[in-house]
């Protein structure tokens, strides 16, 4: 299926240090997408990339993705309490459908 | 630009009862999403709206769920009877339509099924 996993499942860090979040996936894809959801904002899109694409950058976020092993990572420099999150990666296919792993639960710690 | 409004916010009912839960998404977005996001998992599609029409319903429990969106903007989605396992939150999302692949999801309704 589309369906991500995403690894760690859990994740805590210090403010100040970067976190790496990785997703799996099985089928082809032609874009993955990253969301995070916290309690204060819902479940908001971050970044999308496409499948043409190999890195993409948008502020503290880093996305990388690796077709040939199905595979992509999250890195958020520099965090920041307000990043604690459940962070979820979301393979997408031409039908515009998301299917959404269990998420990394990231805890930043001041 | 407002977001995706949903209600209620929050829902309690016995089990076998019924409920409804109403969604009205971004103005002007053609593609509406229903979610099932069970404690501890991400959000599992119920369904996909493309204006009026279903483009997929696949995985909506077509025995107790049922949705609409009948002039193509907002949307409900029914439980009728409702069981102890559709405790969950439910969230609706829209998307522009075209090439746009992003989504933008409302703040949800969670429902507690005693």
């Known amino acids: 299926s589309q369906q991500g996993e995403e690894d760690p499942q859990a994740l805590s860090i210090q403010e100040g240090e970067n976190a790496t979040m990785n997703c799996s996936y099985k089928t082809s894809i032609n874009n993955l997408q990253w969301y995070r959801q916290n309690s204060g904002r819902g479940l908001v899109h971050l970044i999308l990339?496409?499948?043409?694409?190999r890195e993409k950058h948008s502020g503290r976020l880093r996305v990388t993705l690796d077709t040939s092993k199905k595979s992509s990572s999250l890195l958020i420099t520099a965090s920041r309490a307000a990043d604690t999150a459940s962070y979820f990666c979301?393979?997408?296919?031409?039908?515009?459908?998301?299917?959404f792993g269990k998420g990394t639960l990231l805890t930043v710690n001041p | 630009e407002a977001g995706v409004a949903q209600s209620p916010r929050y829902k309690i009912i016995e089990k076998r009862q019924s409920v409804a839960f109403w969604c009205n998404p971004i103005?002007?977005?053609?593609?509406l999403y229903w979610y099932q996001q069970i404690l501890g998992q991400g959000p599992k599609l119920l369904i996909q709206f493309q204006n009026n029409g279903v483009v997929d319903d696949s995985q909506l429990p077509k025995d107790r769920f049922s949705a609409e969106r009948l002039k193509g903007v907002d949307s409900t989605l029914k439980i009728q009877p409702a069981k102890l396992e559709d405790s969950a939150v439910y969230l609706c999302a829209s998307r522009s339509g075209g090439r746009a692949l992003e989504q933008f999801f409302g703040p949800g309704t969670r429902l507690t099924v005693l």
């Open positions: 990339i496409r499948s043409n694409e």
């Open positions: 103005s002007g977005h053609a593609t």
């Open positions: 979301a393979p997408g296919g031409s039908n515009y459908k998301l299917t």
